[in-house]
C-alpha cells in the first residue's frame, strides 16, 4: 500500500529512499546461500541481522509459490542447512534469540561490530566449529556459549571483558583461544581442562599470574603473554612438553621457572625487569634457536650454558659490559644483537662489521683450545665445495651461505632448503648486487634476512614479499632508498641500514608500526622529523651516528618509547658531547626542555 504524500513531510529526502522495516539482503544472496550453505553478509552497513536471514532455512521462499512441479529446474525443497555465516564489519549492536533457527552453522563470523552481549540461543549451535567476536563490546558472554562440545576456534580479542567464568573448561575440543586485548586480571584455573589447545594468546590484559593449571595443557605449541603485569611464573611451566613459542614481552618479570627444555624453540623476553640468567637454565633449553632480551637489566652474561642451538640473540639495552668470549663458540649463532650497551674492551667499529666478525674476535680472545674443537659432530656438508650445510638446514632452519664472495647464490642451496621451514637466511659478505629471487621460495616461514655486506643498490620485490619478515640486516651495501612497497612487512621489527648512502630516513619506514631497531649510522642522512617518527610507536633503538645532522630538533624529545638514541658523530653544536655522554634519558629531557611553548 502506497503512503500519504505527507508521511515524511519532515524529511527532505524522502523521495529518494525506498521505505523497509528491516535491512534488505539480495535475493539472490539468499537462492544462493540455500544451495551452498554459506551467506557472506561482511560489510553491508547491517544494524540487525534480517529475520529473512534467521529464517532462511525455515520458510519457503518466494519461487515457491510459482515453482511445484517435481520436473522444474530449481527445486526449492532440496536445499542445504545454513552452515557458514559471514557478518563481520558490519554496525550490529545485537542479535536475536532467532539464532538458534540456524542449528546447522559450523562457522559464524561476528567479528568487527558493536555487539555488547551475545543470545543465549548461542547455546543451541551445538555443529559450532569457529566463533569469532574479535572487535566488538562484549563484557561478558553467556554461560551457554560454553556448552559448545564442538567449537574448535574462539575469538575474543578486542572487547571489554573483565573476566572469563569457571565453565571455559567445558570446550574440551577447543584447540585456539584469542582472549588478547581485554581487561582481564586473571584467569580461570579450569583452563587446564582444555586438553587440546594448541595456541593461547592473553596478550595485553591486566594479568598478574597465570593459574598452575597451565602446566595439564600438554599439547600447546604456542603462548602469547606479552603485554600484561605478569611478576612471575607457575613452576609448572616445565610441563608444557610441548610448547615451542613463548611470547612474555612488556611484564614485569624478575627472575624465570624452569621451562620445557625439551621443545622450546623461540622464547620472547624483551621489556622485563630481569637482571641475570641462571647457567642451568639457559643449558635445559636444548632447542632454543631465537632469544629475545632486549630492556632488561642484564649486567653479566654466563660464560657456559646458552643453548648452542640458538641462531639469533638480542640483547639490545641491557647494562652488559663485557662479552664472555665463549660465546664465539656458538655454531649457529647468526644473529646478535648489542646496540645500548655500555661494553668496555670492544671498540664501535667492532660492533658496526656484523655478527660473523664479532664472534670471530670474540673466538680468537680464547687460547685454551681452538674454536674448531667445539663444532657440533651433527655439522657436516655435502660434497659440492662444501656449499649445503645440512645441519644447520635441518637441526637450526638456517640457510647460510655467507662470506663467499660470490656474486650468486646457488640453486642447490634452495633445493635443500626446499622443505625445512628455513626460518633465517644469511647471505652476507657477498657480491650480490640483487636480492636471489628464490628467497620468495622460503616466505611462508622467512623471519630473519642478513644481506649486509654486499652490493645491494636497490631492494627489489623478492624482500617486500617476504610478509613474516622480523628481522632485516641491509648494512654495508649502496643503498639510497627503500621502495614503498616494504609497507607490506607489517611484523618488521628491527631494520639495519648502516653505511650505505641514505640521505633521509626512508619514508616507507614510518609506516612500520612494529618497528622497534633502526639502525642508519654512518649514512649521509640530514635531518630528522620527529612528528614522523612519534608514528612508530615502539621504537625503542634510534642509531643516527655519524650522519650530516647540522640540528637536533628539540620534539625529538617527544619521542618517549626511545630507549636508546645514538647522535655522535654529527657536525651539530648542541646538544654538546657532554650531554650526549650521559645517555639517552639525559638528551631526551634535554631536548623536551628546549621545545619553544606553544
Not at 9 to 24: D, I, K, M
Not at 51 to 76: H, I, M
Not at 187 to 201: E, F, I, T, V
Not at 349 to 359: H, Q, R, Y
Request: charge should be neutral.
Amino acid at each position: 500500500m502506497k503512503r500519504g504524500r505527507g508521511a515524511h513531510t519532515h524529511n527532505s529526502l524522502s523521495g529518494f529512499r525506498a521505505p523497509q522495516t528491516e535491512p534488505v539482503v539480495p535475493y539472490g544472496l539468499l537462492k544462493s546461500a540455500r544451495k551452498s550453505g554459506q551467506l557472506n553478509l561482511s560489510s553491508r552497513g547491517l544494524t540487525e541481522v534480517p529475520q529473512s536471514v534467521y529464517r532462511l532455512n525455515v520458510d519457503p521462499p518466494e519461487e515457491a509459490k510459482d515453482n511445484v512441479l517435481f520436473g522444474a529446474s530449481d527445486t526449492w525443497w532440496e536445499q542445504t542447512e545454513l552452515t557458514k555465516l559471514l557478518l563481520s564489519s558490519n554496525q550490529l549492536s545485537e542479535l536475536s534469540e532467532d539464532l538458534q533457527l540456524l542449528p546447522a552453522l559450523t562457522t559464524l563470523d561476528l567479528h568487527d561490530n558493536k555487539l555488547q552481549s551475545l543470545p543465549r540461543a548461542v547455546g543451541a549451535l551445538q555443529e559450532l566449529r569457529q566463533l569469532r567476536l574479535s572487535h566488538n563490546a562484549l563484557q561478558s558472554v553467556p554461560e551457554q556459549l560454553f556448552s559448545l562440545a564442538s567449537l574448535v576456534s574462539l575469538s575474543l580479542q578486542n572487547n571489554v571483558l573483565e573476566a572469563l567464568p569457571a565453565a571455559l573448561g567445558q570446550l574440551q575440543s577447543l584447540t585456539e583461544l584469542d582472549v588478547s586485548r581485554n581487561r582481564l586480571q586473571e584467569l580461570p584455573s579450569s583452563l587446564g581442562d582444555l586438553k587440546h589447545l594448541q595456541k593461547l594468546n592473553v596478550e595485553q590484559n591486566q594479568l598478574r599470574s597465570l593459574p598452575d593449571g597451565l602446566g595439564l595443557l600438554s599439547g600447546l605449541r604456542l603462548l602469547e603473554a606479552s603485554d600484561n603485569q605478569l611478576c612471575s611464573l607457575p613452576p609448572t611451566m616445565a610441563q608444557l612438553s610441548s610448547l615451542q613459542q613463548l611470547f612474555l614481552r612488556k611484564n614485569q618479570l624478575r627472575l624465570l621457572p624452569a621451562l620445557p627444555g625439551v621443545s622450546l624453540k623461540e622464547l620472547y623476553l624483551s621489556d622485563n625487569h630481569l637482571s641475570e640468567l641462571s647457567p642451568e637454565l639457559m643449558s635445559s633449553l636444548s632447542l632454543l634457536s631465537v632469544l629475545e632480551l632486549r630492556g632488561n637489566k642484564i649486567r653479566v652474561l654466563p660464560e657456559q650454558g646458552l643453548p648452542h642451538t640458538l641462531t639469533r640473540l638480542d640483547l639490545s639495552n641491557n647494562d652488559i659490559s663485557v662479552l664472555p668470549p665463549s660465546l664465539g663458540l656458538l655454531p649457529g649463532l647468526s644473529v646478535l644483537l648489542l646496540e645500548g650497551n655500555p661494553l668496555r674492551g670492544i671498540r664501535r667499529d667492532m660492533l658496526t662489521k656484523g655478527t660473523m666478525e664479532l664472534l670471530k674476535y670474540l673466538r680468537g680472545r680464547i687460547q685454551e683450545e681452538p674454536a674448531e674443537a667445539t663444532a657440533p659432530p651433527g655439522g657436516l656438508t655435502l660434497p659440492s665445495h662444501n656449499t649445503v650445510n645440512i645441519h644447520n638446514i635441518t637441526t637450526l632452519k638456517l640457510l647460510d651461505y655467507s662470506n663467499k664472495q660470490a656474486e650468486a647464490v646457488p640453486d642447490e642451496l634452495f633445493q635443500a632448503a626446499a622443505s625445512h621451514a628455513i626460518s633465517s637466511v644469511n647471505f652476507s659478505k657477498n657480491q650480490l648486487s640483487s636480492i636471489p629471487s628464490r628467497l620468495l621460495e622460503l616466505a611462508p616461514s622467512l623471519c630473519d634476512v642478513n644481506l649486509g655486506f654486499n652490493k645491494l643498490m636497490s631492494c627489489g620485490p623478492e624482500l617486500c614479499a617476504l610478509i613474516k619478515l622480523q628481522h632485516l640486516d641491509l648494512r654495508n651495501n649502496l643503498l639510497c632508498d627503500l621502495p614503498a612497497e616494504l609497507r607490506s612487512l607489517s611484523s618488521l621489527r628491527s631494520i639495519t641500514l648502516s653505511f650505505n648512502r641514505f640521505r633521509r630516513v626512508p619514508e616507507v619506514l614510518y609506516e612500520l608500526h612494529s618497528l622497534e631497531t633502526l639502525l642508519l649510522g654512518n649514512n649521509q642522512v640530514s635531518s630528522v622529523e620527529p612528528a614522523l617518527l612519534q608514528r612508530l610507536p615502539v621504537l625503542s633503538t634510534l642509531d643516527l651516528a655519524n650522519n650530516d645532522l647540522l640540528q637536533v630538533p628539540p620534539e625529538l624529545g617527544l619521542c618517549s618509547s626511545l630507549r636508546c638514541l645514538t647522535l655522535e658523530g654529527n657536525p651539530f653544536r648542541t646538544p654538546r658531547a657532554a650531554i650526549l655522554a650521559k645517555g639517552t634519558e639525559s638528551v631526551l629531557e634535554y631536548l623536551r626542555d628546549r621545545i619553544p611553548p606553544s
